[in-house]
């Protein structure tokens, strides 16, 4: 068997390589749980050629095939959902839960779409289209409607009856939700609560009123902070009323979190966030996602390239001034990427908020004169060897004054965008290079034209 499968039966494992699907359909085998060897096959399924892959799929059992469609790639999804039938796509569509039902249905293209919505339940129908209806970056297109609640009036016992009769349907079955009349929540207990209580103890004697909730047109991104805040597996989702309309699970946020922290390493390269892995993006789509960026950064660093031409008369008074010029754009850019990329982080992490931006500037400020007195000796140096003491005194002064300018812009620039209500990830990288660039031979050469007695 596959070392890299290792939860994938050994009959099913000898029977993919042999290409013999009715063993993998034999009723004998004994499968794992569905979630413990569904990754497994959904990497085994993208490794076959398309038409092996159809017919593995449909001869996997209905519960595993269900768990294991969601994790594969979006071309192999696509692929297959050509490939099915009608019944067997119906079949497929009633199992899924209906936070995966809704991302499948939200990336497909609109008349695929539709068509899939027909072959819908009515029930089901107008649950997908309700969690349909939220944005896509919402808390409510990760909800899924399946949990278990209770009364703050029943006793325990009929609450355990009632958590038996209904918890396979649940999403999870870690927290229970307690509701009043109208549906409103008022509590969520963990089950190990019940299971220690006693009896004939009503649900409202367990009860502490301690809970936190997520509203459904909340940014997904604010459940991922709740989650890790509070160190929940479940979040329950409300309307702005109260009422409880689903919940979101772990597993939802972490796919959520590593989008995000995706994203942000994108942006952070000057690059347009893709929608898909990068092996599942065309050439022209990735094209398109850089060009902008670059096309934007050109004209940004033509600004540098009109401020040598600017003080041209400055260098070919004192040439050594050249040799100092990728040192003083080099250090400055890094410097500002540093202060950007640590503030962009505690922004998204919370570690910052944004009615500490007094202090953090002040801190930037303090650091950044810590940093340049520190790198500017060593400039003072090297052009006391390269032009003499006053081009060290330039450079030394040049590096001072741009480290505590560009810190304080790497600093400055997070939390502009945060109050534009655009990600901060974009004034890291590239962005913050070229503007410090540009602000680094303004400096250097305004001290140049200063201390050397050179006309600007």
Known sequence: ???RRPNIPEAVSEAI???RWADVARAGVAWPEPEVVAPDL?????????????????????????????????PERDALLEVLTDAEMRALLDELPPDDRT??????????????????TPEDLAEARGLLGYPADSVGRLMTPDYV????????????????????????????????????????????????ARP??????????????VEAHDDRERAVEMMQRYDRVALPVVDRQGVLLGIVTVDDVFDVATAEATEDFHLAA??????????????????????????????????????????????????????????????????????ATLLIRALSTRDVRFDQWAKVLGREVLMGAALGITLGAMGFALGLFRGGAAIGLVVFLTITTMLVLTNLLGAVLPFVLTRLRR??????????????????????????VLLLGTGG
């Open 1 to 3: 068997m596959d070392e």
């Open 17 to 19: 390589e042999r290409r």
């Open 42 to 74: 959904a990497d085994a399924l993208v490794d076959l050629p398309p038409r092996d892959r159809a017919l593995l799929f449909r001869a996997l059992p209905q519960s595993i095939a269900t768990e294991t469609f969601p994790l594969l790639p979006k």
């Open 103 to 120: 991302v499948l249905l939200g990336e497909l293209p609109g008349e695929v779409t539709q068509r899939l919505l027909n072959m819908l």
């Open 149 to 196: 609640a209770v009364r703050p009036d029943w006793t325990i016992a009929r609450a355990l009856d009632h958590i038996r009769a209904r918890g396979h349907e649940s999403e999870t079955l870690n927290v229970v939700y307690v509701v009043d009349g109208r549906w409103r929540l008022i509590d969520d207990l963990p089950l190990k609560r019940f299971v220690l």
């Open 200 to 213: 004939e103890a009503s649900v409202a004697s367990i009860m502490d009123h301690t809970y936190v909730t």
């Open 270 to 339: 000057a690059v347009q966030p893709l929608r898909h892995g990068y092996m599942e993006t065309s050439v022209w789509t990735l094209y398109r996602s850089r060009i902008g960026w670059l096309a934007g950064l050109v004209l940004v660093n033509l600004l540098s390239s009109g401020v040598i031409a600017a003080f041209e008369d400055v260098l070919l008074a004192s040439v050594a001034l050249a040799f100092f010029i990728p040192l003083i754009i080099d250090t400055g850019g890094n410097a500002g990427a540093q202060s």
């Open 423 to 448: 990600d901060p990830a974009v004034a890291s990288g590239p962005l913050i290079t070229s503007i410090a660039d540009t602000v680094g031979l303004l400096i250097y050469f305004g001290y140049a």
